[in-house]
């Protein structure tokens, strides 16, 4: 059942992040990070940090669905979209840096599903530019809850800061990857999928699109970066509970 309230999305995250982290899985990385924007939004909206809060747990809970539906789509093998099919897939490899899998839900969840959950909070009658100012908050904590996990990785895996040493100035996806060209993306798509006659089609081609970039974020073009990547993966921890016990701290 999909969630209802902030408090249910944040208990539907605390059992998958128990469940994949039993079966020593990747895929409990990225609804830590998750879970930690959510509560930080639950606060904002007690403390009426947004415009409209209101609004505000409307669009969290319609946002998480679109994750927690994936995430039980790929249990239940009922098709979704291929963005998620693509970061729930590289987890299973089980060969990609904690941050890959980091991106990768964060690729998924923000150039695709924001766009289309603010343009489903404010409804096809609603005004999508109030929504602007609120939107660019949200972006912002979560922007803020990143760097927070990233000086958390460094525990784990002693070699990432290597990759922000000599991967500055390539255009490599995964050290070139911002949250704020993420956010403008998604803005845009919000724009486009709120006016679009065809929903499905506009969702589909943008899928299509975000897919891509997943594959992307995986890949290395050159060989500096391909051995930067494997020399960064063979000295970080491989234990999940460990690394999951590492970021969930405050």
Request: proline content about 3%; aromatic content about 10%.
């Amino acid at each position: 059942m999909p969630a209802k309230t902030i408090d249910e999305v944040i208990s539907a995250l605390d059992y998958i992040i128990e469940k994949e982290c039993t079966n020593n899985s990747c895929m409990a990385y990225f609804p830590i990070l998750y879970r930690k924007v959510t509560v930080r939004i639950k606060e904002g909206i007690l403390n009426n940090e947004f415009e409209n809060n209101p609004r505000m747990e409307k669009l969290d809970v319609i946002f998480a669905n679109r994750y927690i539906e994936a995430y039980e789509c790929l249990g239940n093998n009922h098709p979704f979209t291929k963005s998620w099919k693509n970061a729930f897939e590289a987890a299973k490899t089980g060969k990609l840096l904690i941050m890959q899998h980091l991106l990768l839900g964060i690729n998924a969840h923000i150039n695709l599903d924001l766009g289309i959950a603010v343009a489903e909070t404010v409804g096809d009658d609603g005004e999508l530019l109030d929504f602007e100012n609120d939107f660019n908050k949200i972006n912002e904590i979560l922007a803020s809850m990143i760097a927070n996990v990233e000086a958390k990785i460094i525990s784990v895996s002693p070699l990432f800061g290597l990759l922000d040493r000599f991967g500055k100035g390539r255009e490599d996806k995964l050290v070139s990857f911002s949250i704020n060209v993420a956010r403008d993306g998604a803005w845009l798509f919000a724009n486009q999928y709120h006016i679009s006659p065809n929903k499905k089609d506009a969702l589909n081609s943008r899928d299509t699109i975000i897919a891509k970039l997943a594959e992307k974020l995986i890949t290395q073009k050159s060989w500096l970066l391909k051995y930067l990547v494997k020399t960064i993966y063979f000295f970080e921890k491989k234990d999940v509970p460990q690394i999951v016990a590492v970021l969930k701290k405050d």
